[in-house]
């Protein structure tokens, strides 16, 4: 490789204001966020995070093979926050293993707080540009794959923290 090869291979800074931390029992999970293809999606995220509204919320529906959802307070799956409902942000993006989506009924504007994490690259294959992509998960994915299965999980697992950018 020639230098000037090398000086072109540098990796451009993180912008650390679009990642987000979800600490889980196991460990802390990183998550790239992407407002350049869901930016009303991404701000609602960082809206919530910022109040605190994550914090202790369970994984209410964990499907193995296919994904981990949180983000209703309520933890039955039919809860949002008090923010009204977003309008579809689909993409071409495609779904595999650590990417986030928003949950949202059979309206694809319903999306609000929750949210899902894909497990498998198969399992999720299906939702790309059905659901709204915004983020996906660089770093601490086998702490996802410990979340307790169950519709819902017996003892669910909680969101301890999410925070955005340290």
Known sequence: MTASTLAGAEEQPVDKSNLLYLDLKDGRVTIQMMPDIAPQHVDRIKTLVKEGFYDGVVFHRVIDGFMAQTGDPTGTGTGGSSYPDLPAEFSKYEYRRGTI??????????????????????????????????????????????????????????????????
């Open 101 to 166: 989506g928003a949950a949202r009924t059979m309206d694809p504007n319903s999306a609000n707080s929750q949210f899902f994490i894909c497990f498998t690259d198969d399992g999720c294959s299906f939702l790309t540009g059905q659901y709204t992509v915004w983020g996906q998960v660089t770093e601490g994915m086998e702490h996802v794959d410990k979340i307790v299965r169950g519709e819902p999980p017996a003892n669910p697992d909680k969101v301890v923290k999410m925070s955005i950018g340290e």
